[in-house]
């Protein structure tokens, strides 16, 4: 069992930057496949970052490839998203999420992660 706390959302206007992080308690995040997901309002759950327990590799959806970025400090047990260039339609609640490694692939749909937070709210506005 491994619980999930996010921090770091807030309000920004548009083209800032936020950086997100995920605590970890209770297991080693170095145990699993961390990833990233946002829900909006309205909109389904969608992958956002993904990164392989071993930090190696990482995986974005084409659409946020150049302005987020994911990582990871095993030693500080977090999880972070680094976001840049915010727009108006990255406004969402974002979640972290860990999943049971499958060698090195990086999943990208919620169902497959097993441990969620409880998500923090970034809201992009002027």
């Known amino acids: 069992q491994v619980q999930l706390v996010e921090s770091g959302g807030g309000l920004v206007q548009p083209g800032g930057s936020l950086r997100l992080s995920c605590a970890a308690i209770g297991r080693t995040i170095n145990s699993f496949t961390m990833g990233w997901f946002r829900q909006g309002p309205g909109k389904e759950r969608e992958f956002v970052a993904g990164?392989?327990?071993?930090?190696?590799?990482?995986r974005y959806p084409n659409s946020l490839k150049g302005r987020f970025t994911i990582s990871r400090d095993n030693a500080k047990n977090t999880l972070y998203l680094q976001m840049n260039s915010l727009q108006p339609e990255d406004t969402a609640v974002y979640y972290c999420?860990?999943?049971?490694?499958?060698?090195?692939?990086?999943?990208?749909?919620?169902?497959?992660?097993?441990?969620w937070g409880q998500g923090t709210q970034v809201t992009v506005s002027s």
């Open positions: 999420a860990a999943d049971v490694p499958v060698g090195t692939w990086i999943r990208a749909t919620a169902g497959d992660y097993k441990y």
């Open positions: 990164i392989a327990w071993t930090g190696g590799n990482t």
